[in-house]
């Protein structure tokens, strides 16, 4: 699969995965059961279409549909990366195979606890974003997102389109 990374201020030799949505929903095994963090990139440079309504669930009973005018003022141009995510701590029992599920079952509509990435959902073409994951075991990965959120809030000027905070 050719993945169009276009962050050059960033190095992605470290991660794997590399899988889109609708692939991962079957194979869940492919992701690792340890800490870390994780990548969910667009693989297309045209400007997306957003949907009115995703499929994302409405856990706590909380609409996670944003406006369109919203969508379209988080998008950030000329990214290929739209969601930084973790997965566990050093002492937790979380594990990228179980954020990352979570987050899948959230587009599934699911009434899951993964409201972080909401607005991957009301992207047209989620089912062909790309997640590549990156195994965590010797600092917080908290802290590593928080690190690359930063990066690239100082390389493009904003977060990334799905991360609401950080």
Do not use: C
């Not at 794997?16 to 990548?39: A, Q």
């Not at 029992?93 to 899948?104: D, G, N, P, W």
């Not at 509509?109 to 089912?127: C, P, T, V």
């Not at 908290?142 to 493009?156: G, H, L, R, S």
Request: charged fraction near 25%; glycine fraction near 10%; charge should be negative.
């Amino acid at each position: 699969m050719d993945i169009m990374i276009q962050e050059k201020h960033t190095d992605f030799s470290e991660f794997s995965g590399f899988k889109t949505v609708s692939h991962l929903r079957n194979n869940l095994h492919l992701i690792p059961k340890v800490p870390g963090v994780y990548l969910v990139f667009r693989n297309d440079t045209d400007n997306p279409k957003f949907l009115t309504v995703g499929s994302g669930g409405h856990f706590k009973d909380r609409e996670p549909n944003v406006p369109l005018n919203e969508l379209s003022a988080n998008w950030v141009e000329d990214a290929s990366v739209v969601y930084i995510g973790k997965a566990g701590s050093l002492t937790g029992s979380a594990t990228l195979l179980s954020r990352i599920k979570q987050l899948l079952q959230f587009g599934d509509g699911k009434n899951i606890g993964h409201w972080g990435g909401r607005l991957l959902w009301q992207l047209a073409d989620h089912e062909e974003l790309v997640i590549a994951w990156k195994e965590i075991t010797d600092q917080e990965p908290k802290a590593v997102e928080t690190v690359m959120i930063q990066e690239f809030k100082d390389y493009f000027g904003q977060r990334p389109f799905a991360n609401l905070q950080g």
